[in-house]
């Protein structure tokens, strides 16, 4: 019988940079060819929506239902992640400063976002020469939502009802407080927590396991949600909207790969190129669901894989899954210049300013809405400057096609703060980074963990690599 010691150094040699864990080349090969079939599928939904649009259309639910498997899981992820890397550090005043940082870097880069999309929107001008119907003007009102709260309001709304509830109304920052709560207590307790930590990292890789299998779906929800967006939407819409499309799709591109690539050279010393093939998956994800949200748990194990520090990844990937949402400051930018514009009431850059930071705070409130782009969008017109309201019924048709760019652009910028956030906190074990970029580590898509990273059913849980041991290394 090998004794505790033998066993935790096996888990020690395996999980060095030479021996890390590595899934069977059978089981990478399964999912290899599983995303091959994304693809397929994709193509064959663009195809059915244009030659059957009606049927595109109905092939809706295809779409929805595999979209909403993913967000059975995630608040479970996030409890996890949080708890466990929580849980793996000495001192809770790193954690609040991670906490600072994070939400520090999330509101430059949102005022960053809007800028941009304020310098482009005013050298376009696409929405000159449109002309309004009165059912163009009802549906821009029926996009104005109730759900989105004011900024107390919302505050408030982060508390849960109860413990549980946190897990069942889908909001991400219940399930985040819950967490940090949570592993702050695991934290003051000790080594008495040690028994609730191991329950908790059982747990982990069942909701991940469970995960894994859900994604084996991901061919049949890319086939419909592609199909409906086409087949609702039509070539006449994207025509006539084209420049607006085009105007906001380039402006995405020069933020990710100007302003997010210099950053993260200049920051951490990678190439942005290279940290986006490694989420190429994730990317293909969002691109095939139109929703952000369908990469949320994948991301988050691929950045612990690629070597940041449980706490960083915890704190930084839900909340800015909420605070950090650059592609919808641009989409909101430049969608209210273009109705301006449409509505002959183009603004003054004295009028643009104010309207662009009161939606800045409105997008906070509407974390959690579904479709949140365009209803916060409604909404904050409709708050801010209602006479613009009738206008959104020019892009409800397009919509949908916008929210590709925008879910593109948010997950790679959470993506890329994450890293940013780990190199400024010294929580990132730099020579992982550079192996698992190389392909000398891959990821276990059948586990979507290490399964060397901790001991299990002993006595002591033993992190591969907890905070103080990140922090240490760099």
């Known amino acids: 019988m090998p004794t505790k010691t033998s066993r935790r150094a096996a888990v020690a040699a395996s999980s060095t940079p030479d021996t890390a864990p590595v899934a069977p080349a059978g089981k990478r090969d399964r999912t290899h060819y599983l995303y091959i079939a994304v693809i397929a599928a994709v193509a064959l939904g663009i195809a059915v929506g244009l030659i059957w649009p009606d049927l595109g259309v109905e092939l809706k639910p295809l779409g929805t239902g595999f979209v909403n498997l993913i967000k059975m899981m995630i608040a479970p992820i996030i409890f996890c992640t949080i708890v466990l890397g929580i849980g793996s550090v000495r001192k809770a005043a790193k954690v609040g400063a991670v906490g600072g940082i994070a939400l520090g870097y999330f509101l430059v880069m949102s005022l960053v976002a809007l800028s941009i999309g304020l310098v482009v929107g005013n050298i376009l001008h696409p929405g000159d020469g449109l002309h309004l119907t009165e059912a163009i003007k009802a549906s821009g009102h029926s996009q104005v939502s ?3 709260l004011p900024p ?8 849960p009802t109860t413990f549980v509830s946190a897990f069942t109304e889908g909001q991400v920052l219940q399930t985040l407080l819950l ?68 105007g906001f799709y380039v402006t995405c591109f020069l933020f990710v790969f100007v302003v997010l690539g ?43 894989h690629l070597g940041v520090s449980k706490p960083v990844v915890g704190i930084t990937v839900p909340t800015g899954y909420s605070f950090n949402l650059d592609g919808t400051m641009i989409y909101m930018t430049m969608a209210s210049l273009y109705i301006a514009d449409a509505l002959g009431t183009p603004m003054s850059i004295g ?17 959690g809405v579904s479709g949140a782009g365009l209803a916060t969008l409604a909404g904050g017109l409709q708050s801010h400057k209602p ?11 397009i919509d949908r096609f916008m929210s590709e760019a ?20 010294k929580e ?46 760099a």
């Open 428 to 473: 990132i074990d730099t020579a992982r980074v550079r192996q698992v970029l190389a392909g000398e580590l891959p990821f276990d898509e059948t586990t979507l963990l290490d399964e060397g990273e901790t001991v299990t059913g002993g006595d002591v849980a033993e992190p591969r690599e907890d905070g103080e041991k990140a922090l240490a290394k």
């Open 146 to 148: 109730d759900e989105a």
């Open 179 to 246: 967490a940090l709560l949570t592993g702050f207590a695991l934290q003051a307790m000790g080594n008495v927590g040690q028994p609730v930590l191991r329950g908790v990292e059982h747990i982990q890789r069942l909701v991940f396991r469970i995960l894994a299998m859900v994604m084996w779906a991901a061919p049949v929800g890319a086939f419909g949600a592609i199909a409906a967006v086409v087949g609702s939407a039509g070539l006449d819409a994207l025509k006539s909207l084209a420049v607006l499309m085009l």
């Open 152 to 159: 107390v309001d919302f505050v408030l709304s982060i508390i």
């Open 387 to 397: 006479a613009l309201v009738d206008g959104v019924g020019l892009i409800v048709g």
């Open 406 to 425: 925008r879910a593109l652009t948010n997950f790679a910028g959470n993506a890329v703060a994450t890293v940013l956030i780990g190199t400024w906190t």
């Open 351 to 367: 009028e643009q300013i104010p309207l662009l930071l009161f939606l800045l705070l409105a997008s906070k409130g509407a974390a």
């Open 262 to 304: 210099i950053l993260l050279r200049a920051v951490a010393g990678l190439n942005i190129l290279v940290l986006f093939k490694y989420l190429a998956r994730e990317f293909l994800l969002i691109l095939s669901t139109s929703s952000s949200e369908s990469a949320l748990p994948r991301l988050i194990a691929k950045m612990e």
